[in-house]
């Protein structure tokens, strides 16, 4: 099995109407589009949620979501 590419991809979003980036691997990106849309919900609307819970860099903070997302739905 080949590894992942673990390079990171800066990605505009907004938040609250103000442009900022995201880096994420491409695989981390793709997994958090499917979370956000099983959620019904934008992009854009995911990053804001996560920016008012973060309590660290915005990035790790998407990346810990996803991890989450996907552990939650494996126990399920």
Known sequence: ??????TS???SVLIAGHPTSVSLEDEF????KEIAEAQGVSLNRL???IDRERSGNLSSA???FVLHALKKQHQS
């Open 29 to 32: 990106w793709t997994a958090f």
């Open 47 to 49: 990053i804001a949620e």
């Open 62 to 64: 998407v990346r810990l």
């Open 1 to 6: 099995m080949t590894p992942p590419d673990a």
């Open 9 to 11: 991809r800066k990605r």
